[in-house]
């Protein structure tokens, strides 16, 4: 069973700093790209960030790029996602997840976490 479980969500004021991680067990980590993706209140999915932790290719939505950063710990198969420099429009549900559609991210294909909360605002 694929299990994804994200955690580090919080509430930070703009121009703070969070740091997401995603715990993956029940596939082979290193084989496949990883993504995080959010969604914030009344608004459709939005891919941010993905990996391949195999090779370390990285791939960044342009609203995140420079701000957030994306990481792997492959001997934990555990995912990160820095994000620096937070704006209040980056307040979403942020959900890691695997085989889906960068440009068409849908919860009903593939595999995601439960999504842990971000709340930027001062």
């Known amino acids: 069973e694929v299990v994804l479980t994200e955690s580090g969500g919080g509430s930070v004021q703009p121009g703070g700093s969070l740091r997401l991680s995603c715990a993956a067990s029940g596939f082979t980590f290193i084989d496949v790209w990883r993504y995080w993706v959010r969604q914030a209140q009344g608004q459709g999915l939005e891919s941010i960030a993905a990996?391949?932790?195999?090779?370390?290719?990285?791939r960044y939505a342009d609203s995140v790029k420079d701000r957030f950063a994306i990481s792997s710990d492959n001997a934990k198969n555990t995912v990160y996602l820095v994000m620096n420099n937070l704006k209040t429009e980056d307040t979403a549900a942020y959900y890691c997840?695997?085989?889906?559609?960068?440009?068409?991210?849908?919860?009903?294909?593939?595999?995601w976490g439960q999504g842990t909360q971000v709340a930027v605002s001062s």
């Open positions: 990996i391949a932790p195999r090779t370390g290719t990285k």
């Open positions: 997840a695997r085989e889906i559609d960068w440009a068409s991210p849908q919860r009903d294909f593939g595999d």
